[in-house]
């Protein structure tokens, strides 16, 4: 069974900096499409940035040159850099995984079957 941990979240002011970090138990991640998404109160679950196992990490339009994904198998860990953070990007944050996630639906969250407990961030104004 895989688990998936979210930690990092926090509250920090316009124009700062978190790093969300998210470890993986029961399966090394280096088998597994590893992605981040986020979840804002009334807003549905939207990719934020990830993908498919030895490939380039693909970002959404409202991140990108801001967020960086990376990975690190010898931790089992998938971290998300998130700078210059504005209060838009306010919301919970989950790590989501899965073995069988095809390039088409890397965006999908129905395509992710594991999914840690989110982790919750704020940007103040």
């Known amino acids: 069974q895989v688990q998936l941990v979210e930690s990092g979240g926090g509250l920090v002011e316009t124009g700062g900096s978190l790093k969300l970090s998210c470890v993986a138990s029961?399966?090394?991640?280096?088998?597994?499409?590893m992605s981040w998404f986020r979840q804002a109160p009334g807003k549905d679950r939207e990719f934020i940035a990830g993908g498919k196992v030895r490939t380039n990490p693909l970002y959404a339009n409202s991140v990108k040159g801001r967020f960086t994904f990376t990975r690190d198998n010898a931790k089992n860990t998938v971290y998300l850099q998130m700078n210059s953070l504005k209060p838009d990007d306010s919301a919970v944050y989950y790590c989501?995984?899965?073995?069988?996630?095809?390039?088409?639906?890397?965006?999908?969250?129905?395509?992710?079957?594991?999914w840690g407990q989110g982790t919750q961030v704020t940007v103040s104004s």
């Open positions: 989501a995984g899965s073995s069988t996630l095809i390039q088409s639906s890397i965006g999908t969250h129905s395509a992710y079957a594991y």
């Open positions: 029961g399966r090394t991640i280096n088998t597994l499409s």
